[in-house]
């Protein structure tokens, strides 16, 4: 998926004299499956109340963003040549990877944790827009399907990058739009919308256009980033748009999405130029760099296997939300199970990839 000059660079002799990839990057997608997982753990495992749970609400912010900028940013391929053929190949390398290994571990969620009979249950799934949970690579596969057709016609331009921005905006407008029925009308509530996940696309992918954007002027954006101003700016930001979404308020009912949204992109870029910043804690020659790059290249298998790996522990959850705010406790507990749980979901992922067959069609890896 990323390979491009711009984001990789040569390595060392004696090294395999091939292209590098930029391990702060893996490393941060690693530290947002993290997040993922702990989110998961501390609602389903722990019973917390997102509405009383210090970390559940913030988690939400800048979790899912991260990874579809990620997604976006490695997307952009500069030197990639659009016709009918490389079209086809990728999409059909994109439903290998993304459809059918969701599927096959959706169906053995319901039949190993589901508490109701299966044709039962995976009509449930199929009717919601987050597939019991499973949403994620048919949103991203979608993602990817429309990215696929603007970069064919940014081509088709002599490579400009106005029809990313115009994606881009039109993307926003219509994440806006689902929070505003007011002004932008009820569009949105139908059952395609939802049958179809189209619904939670619309929520992110202004996200993924973004991380394609940032990737296109990546030498511009990293000026911008080592810039004195640009951090304390983007960190203030944050601070007030999170004072407003969790205590203030000040915005009507119908205008609450503005801070929100405001928080989300600030929270997402502070991590991104912390990474960056940081980027020589975050290679394979640390303990903490490895750790992460492991787990950002095993994402996939991770997050098709959790949810079937995920612990209950409803004594948890009554004991944190009694004892809130506790943003620091609530944290731990959740990122200490989740690290378990990762770490069951790569031996698990590793046993089936003794079979060549699963591993080309459980994690689209040849």
């Not at 619309?202 to 810039?227: A, C, E, I, P």
């Not at 804690?281 to 298998?301: A, M």
């Amino acid at each position: 998926m990323a390979g491009t000059d711009s984001i990789y660079k040569p390595s060392p002799r004696g090294v395999g004299g091939g292209p590098s990839r930029m391990e702060w990057l893996d490393a941060l997608r690693g530290f947002t499956m993290i997040l993922v997982v702990s989110y998961h753990v501390a609602q389903m495992g722990f019973g917390q109340s997102e509405k009383i749970s210090a970390s559940l609400p913030f988690l939400v912010l800048f979790r899912m963003p991260l990874f579809f900028f990620v997604s976006g940013f490695l997307a952009y391929k500069s030197k990639w040549i659009w016709n009918a053929a490389s079209f086809a190949s990728l999409t059909w390398k994109k439903i290998k990877v993304q459809v059918i290994p969701a599927l096959v571990f959706l169906c053995a969620y319901i039949i190993l944790r589901w508490k109701m009979p299966f044709c039962d249950g995976f009509l449930k799934a199929m009717v919601s827009p987050t597939k019991g949970g499973y949403w994620f690579t048919w949103v991203l596969l979608q993602m990817f399907l429309i990215y696929y057709v603007v970069a064919w016609i940014s081509q088709k331009l002599k490579n400009s990058h106005i029809p990313i921005w115009i994606l881009w905006a039109v993307c926003l407008f219509g994440y806006l739009s689902l929070y505003l029925p007011k002004e932008f009308g009820k569009w949105y509530k139908n059952d395609f919308m939802m049958y179809s996940s189209l619904y939670e696309t619309f929520k992110f992918m202004h996200f993924f256009v973004m991380g394609n954007l940032v990737h296109r002027y990546w030498k511009g954006f990293q000026r911008l980033f080592d810039t004195k101003w640009f951090f304390p700016l983007v960190a203030i930001i944050a601070f007030f748009s999170c004072a407003d979404i969790f205590k203030w308020h000040l915005m009507k009912m119908e205008w609450t999405n503005v801070p929100k949204t405001l928080a989300m992109y600030t929270l997402m870029f502070m991590v991104i130029m912390f990474f960056r910043h940081y980027k020589d804690n975050f290679t394979k020659e640390t303990r903490v760099g490895k750790g992460l790059q492991y787990i950002g290249v095993r994402t996939l298998d991770i997050y098709l296997l959790h949810f079937i790996l995920m612990p209950k522990l409803p004594m948890v959850g009554p004991w944190l939300n009694e004892y809130h705010p506790n943003f620091v406790v609530d944290i731990v507990c959740a990122v200490s199970v989740a690290l378990i749980v990762i770490a069951f979901c790569c031996l698990v992922s590793n046993i089936l990839r003794v079979s060549p067959l699963f591993k080309e069609y459980l994690f689209g890896r040849k």
